[in-house]
């Protein structure tokens, strides 16, 4: 009733469950996207009141977000009155991190009112240890402080996360970031054409950082799996991309070999693009960087042999030379040159060169009699060289698969 539902329902099927449990655990992710697709960010994370006070805390809760102009989407765990929220605050403007500063400390107010703690589940840290007087009292603080000061005379142990703080917004991780578009050849349409937008998609959620898939759907991050360095998931590199615009840390921009070797083995799989909660397209930002990375000078040659690829696998096809190919690829001197020119590891098979492409097998099928091919497709297959060339079977088991679903293809 506090949060105006107006209905509720159980749900005991295991699907079912499932399904409203990656809602929950997707939560933090979705949540910094508004409905109208302007970001929205935390910023008061988990601050909890007793959950009998819970429906009279969202109430002046949203009265308080409307009286600043916000909007926030509140979450979290409501039977232990702990609430999550993302709010659409404008962290790149002075103007509006003057009111992520105002906000704050009326909403500090507004949680000890109703007898709760800024924070009830994470910690206090950089973003609310200003504001711990108004929930402690100054006496208590100075006690605080006499503790840390009695175990750490020399303030070496994580300085000014809980006493002596530095103010609420001061070192914002978005202060350093360019506030003018970058020049970049991709469109990146659903954050306005702007790649610091794009990276600033990213907000740490780490589903990223899945040892094992967690449900059938889940994919990302594969180079994660194998090596469990965090340079490796999506979110380190989405970080180091970040820390490339801010020119603090990493300081050579494009040409930063530490952001090519952590994309290194990024698979461009595109996984990260549908199973992210916020939708980050590692692919695509890698493929901007390594455009920028080598604009202008040579690439390794396995560049050049791997991106002919297409070209050379036509003449193939067209010429009807596969079995020759095959044939010569099995020569074991033969093999370990091309292999090192295409940058391919010396333990992998050379590929067969399949005799019969998916093209001229679709083709040839359509002219097969009793073959449907008028009338308007259901699905349209693009097949990629790979397909084509070394695996139409696979491309084959596509056709039969959808076309027993009933679909034209």
């Excluded at 965090?230 to 840390?249: I, P, Y």
């Excluded at 992210?276 to 901007?288: F, I, N, Q």
């Excluded at 010429?319 to 099995?330: F, K, P």
Aim: glycine share 10%.
């Amino acid at each position: 009733r506090a949060a105006d539902a107006l209905d509720a329902r159980v749900v005991d099927d295991p699907a079912g469950q499932r399904a409203l449990w990656r809602v929950r655990e997707d939560a933090s992710g979705t949540a910094t996207r508004m409905s109208d697709g302007s970001e929205a960010w935390p910023g008061w994370e988990d601050c909890a009141v007793p959950p009998a006070r819970l429906g009279a805390y969202l109430r002046d809760f949203r009265s308080l977000l409307a009286g600043h102009g916000l909007r926030g989407t509140p979450y979290g765990h409501f039977g232990d009155g702990c609430i999550h929220v993302r709010i659409d605050f404008d962290l790149l403007g002075r103007e509006g991190v003057a009111r992520f500063r105002t906000f704050s400390e009326d909403l500090a107010e507004l949680v000890v009112a109703h007898g709760g703690s800024l924070s009830g589940e994470h910690g206090d840290g950089q973003a609310r240890a200003e504001l711990l007087p108004k929930m402690y009292g100054p006496g208590l603080v100075a006690l605080f402080e006499r503790v840390k000061d009695a175990w750490d005379p020399a303030g070496l142990l994580n300085p000014g996360m809980l006493v002596r703080p530095a103010p609420l917004d001061a070192d914002l991780r978005f202060a350093p970031l360019p506030r003018e578009p970058v020049d970049v050849v991709f469109g990146y349409p659903h954050d306005g054409g702007d790649f610091v937008a794009a990276v600033r998609r990213c907000v740490g959620v780490a589903k990223c950082r899945t040892a094992a898939p967690g449900s059938p759907t889940a994919v990302m991050c594969p180079s994660f799996r194998v090596t469990g360095e965090e340079e490796h998931s999506t979110r380190g590199r989405a970080r180091l991309l970040h820390e490339m615009l801010a020119g603090e840390v990493v300081t050579d921009g494009w040409r930063s070999t530490e952001v090519k070797d952590a994309l290194d083995l990024c698979l461009s799989c595109k996984g990260c693009r549908s199973d992210c909660p916020v939708g980050v397209d590692m692919a695509t930002y890698k493929a901007e960087f390594l455009h920028h990375h080598y604009e202008g000078r040579r690439r390794p040659a396995a560049h050049y042999t791997m991106g002919r690829l297409p070209r050379w696998l036509r003449v193939v096809a067209a010429t009807r030379t596969a079995g020759l190919v095959n044939a010569l690829a099995r020569v074991r001197p033969l093999a370990a040159l091309g292999k090192r020119m295409g940058g391919i590891a010396a333990e992998r098979d050379v590929p067969e060169v399949a005799a019969r492409t998916f093209r001229r097998w679709w083709e040839g099928r359509k002219r097969e009699p009793g073959t449907v091919t008028a009338g308007r497709a259901d699905v349209v297959l693009w097949p990629d060289t790979f397909t084509d060339h070394l695996s139409p079977s696979v491309g084959r088991a596509a056709v039969a698969v959808l076309e027993d679903a009933g679909l034209t293809v």
